[in-house]
Every structure is written in structure tokens, then in C-alpha cells.
């Protein structure tokens, strides 16, 4: 399966806490993107870290990207009761293809 | 102003039964996907079109028959529908790869579900 992996698949902590989730994936990329998905809603892009690139901030969103390793990391600071979420890593091939893998995702739930 | 909008968003039939799912774009984007999500939340791609032209198409049943009448349009006609169609079916839509870092603008699913 071409599919990333991503670890943990479910993490729980406090709110104020840092959340850090993990994504390995398998071929070579132009880019790696990471989408949250509330519960029943549609996927919504974060944050895309090029191949070219080792980190890349946004907000409260650090994301660093190893590709001598396939991975990647999404790193929430000061986590929110509201980031409760699931956050799945994509990756977009180097052959210049349309097609976006996304990994296995990780549930986060924050709690008040 | 919905960007992408899927109808519709809760469908339940029969085993056997035939139907669609519609999807829209107004964000002028040239390339359409369709994706399944399963009970375990893994997401898959199906189809993909650019431009009205199939691009991408992911080892699916011909059951599965999509159609794009233009590019901000891209519909998904499911046949003889299995228990195993059950799932989150996903629109979404991008600007093709040449635009550069492009990323994916869902909509909000289309939850079908065969008894």
C-alpha cells in the first residue's frame, strides 16, 4: 500500500500541553502537506513544507520534514480545547502526479 | 460562499440500488478528486480529473463511474451498490501541480451507507 503511516494514532492530553504526531511515508515528494478534520467535517489544509525545506512555522504549528528518513512532524503548541481534532499528514509526489497520499491520521483530543 | 459543496451530505438505500453523488467547485480550480474515507477514517483516492479529462483512476470497481461536464463539476454514479460502498465519500478539488504548491480544498462529504 502506497498509504503513510502516522503515529500515535490517537494521543490525549491537557489543554496548555504540546501535541506532537508523526508521519512516515514511502516514495519521493515535492511536497508533504498536513489537513485537520473535525468530527464529520471535511479535511482542511494546515500547513506544506516543501522537500527542499527542514521546518516551517505557522501560527502555533511547527511542522519539520527529514527525507533522508520519510518523515515528517506536526508539532501543536499551547494546545486548545478546540484542536480536538484528527490531523493527517499527504504527500505529493516528485513525478509531478496529482496524487495526494495521506497517512493514517492521528486523533487528538484535548482536554479542558 | 461554499467553495466546494457536495449533495448529498447523508445518503442511506439498499443493497442493489444505483445513485449519485454531486460535487461542485467555485473556486475556478482545473483538477476534481474523489475520495473514500473508510470506518477507519483511512482516506483514499479514487478518481482524479484535470480539465474535464480523467487523470487518476485508482484500481476502483467499474461500479464506480464518475463524470465531469466541466471542470468546476465532477459527479460520482455508483451501480449495484455492496455493503462495502458504505463510507465517507469525499469531493475535493486543486489547482494542477504546475501552479505550484497547490493543496487540496474539501467539501464536507457525502455519508452513504447501504443496508
Known amino acids: 500500500s502506497q498509504q503513510g503511516e502516522e503515529d500515535p494514532q490517537a494521543l490525549s492530553i491537557q489543554e496548555g500541553e504540546n501535541a506532537t504526531m508523526n508521519c512516515s511515508y514511502k516514495?519521493?515528494?515535492?511536497?508533504l502537506q498536513w489537513y485537520r478534520q473535525n468530527s464529520g467535517r471535511g479535511l482542511v489544509h494546515l500547513i506544506l513544507?516543501?522537500?527542499?525545506?527542514r521546518e516551517k512555522h505557522s501560527g502555533r504549528l511547527r511542522v519539520t520534514l527529514d527525507t533522508s528518513k520519510k518523515s515528517s512532524s506536526l508539532l501543536i503548541t499551547a494546545s486548545r480545547a478546540a484542536d480536538t481534532a484528527s490531523y493527517f499528514c499527504?504527500?505529493?509526489?516528485?513525478?509531478?502526479?496529482?496524487?495526494?497520499?495521506f497517512g493514517t491520521g492521528t486523533r487528538l483530543k484535548v482536554l479542558a | 460562499d461554499t467553495a466546494v459543496s457536495q449533495t448529498p451530505k447523508y445518503l442511506v438505500t439498499q443493497m442493489g440500488n444505483d445513485k449519485s453523488i454531486k460535487c461542485e467547485q467555485n473556486?475556478?480550480?482545473?483538477?476534481m478528486y474523489w475520495y473514500k474515507q473508510d470506518s477507519k477514517k483511512f482516506l483514499k483516492i479514487m478518481f482524479s480529473?484535470?480539465?474535464?479529462?480523467?487523470?487518476i483512476n485508482e484500481t476502483v470497481p467499474n461500479r464506480f463511474s464518475p463524470k465531469s461536464p466541466d471542470k468546476a463539476h465532477l459527479n460520482l454514479h455508483i451501480n449495484s451498490l455492496e455493503l462495502g460502498d458504505s463510507a465517507v465519500y469525499f469531493c475535493?478539488?486543486?489547482?494542477?501541480?504546475?501552479?505550484?504548491?497547490?493543496?487540496?480544498?474539501f467539501g464536507a462529504g457525502s455519508r452513504l451507507t447501504v443496508l
Open positions: 475535493a478539488s486543486s489547482p494542477p501541480p504546475a501552479a505550484g504548491a497547490n493543496v487540496l480544498t
Open positions: 516514495t519521493s515528494i515535492n511536497n
Open positions: 513544507i516543501r522537500s527542499n525545506e
Open positions: 499527504a504527500t505529493v509526489s516528485s513525478s509531478g502526479t496529482y496524487k495526494y497520499i
Open positions: 473556486l475556478g480550480h482545473d483538477t
Open positions: 480529473y484535470n480539465n474535464k479529462e480523467l487523470i
